[in-house]
């Protein structure tokens, strides 16, 4: 049981991990695309 609940913890502890960098990923992505549309719009004019 012991082993059970430590390979747990440590697949929640994955899965925490992975859904803090898709949001860290997502928000980088976002500013990312907030810049090229930034751009494409001054260099348009």
Do not use: C, N, Q
């Not at 049981?1 to 440590?10: A, E, H, N, T």
């Not at 899965?15 to 260099?43: E, N």
């Amino acid at each position: 049981m012991k082993p059970f609940i430590y390979k747990g913890s440590g697949v929640s502890k994955l899965m925490f991990g992975i859904t803090g960098l898709s949001t860290s990923g997502l928000m980088y992505f976002y500013d990312t695309a907030k810049w090229i549309a930034r751009w494409t719009i001054l260099s348009s004019y």
